[in-house]
Nanobody, 126 residues
Framework: QVQLVESGGGLAQAGGSLRLSCAASGRTFSRYVMGWFRQALGEKRELVAAATWNVGSAYYADSVKGRFTISRDNAKNTVYLQMNSLKPEDTAVYYC???????????????????WGQGTQVTVSS
């Protein structure tokens, strides 16, 4: 069982930065694929970024490539999403999720994420 708690959301101006954090409970954090999803109002939830334990084959949605970076500190059971060059279209509720699986790159979109955080709001003003 894994419990996830996100933090770090808030209001940013276009072009600015925010860093989201997700603290996970459990002793086997490094075995989980960790992902960041987002859901804008009226839109489907989408996977923004995901990474295995060593972030060796991270996945990024095309819309955030070059601007967002996923990282994880397995010793602290924490995964981060650094968001730079923010755009108004990045406005959404961001969710941290965990999957007891393995994936690489695009394959991270296809696995099942069984554990979810409560979400944190990110609002980017123009």
């Amino acid at each position: 069982q894994v419990q996830l708690v996100e933090s770090g959301g808030g209001l940013a101006q276009a072009g600015g930065s925010l860093r989201l954090s997700c603290a996970a409970s459990g002793r086997t954090f490094s075995r989980y694929v960790m992902g960041w999803f987002r859901q804008a109002l009226g839109e489907k939830r989408e996977l923004v970024a995901a990474a295995t334990w060593n972030v060796g084959s991270a996945y990024y949605a095309d819309s955030v490539k070059g601007r967002f970076t996923i990282s994880r500190d397995n010793a602290k059971n924490t995964v981060y999403l650094q968001m730079n060059s923010l755009k108004p279209e990045d406005t959404a509720v961001y969710y941290c999720a965990a999957a007891s699986d393995y994936c690489s790159g695009y394959g991270c979109r296809l696995i099942e994420y069984g554990y979810w955080g409560q979400g944190t709001q990110v609002t980017v003003s123009s």
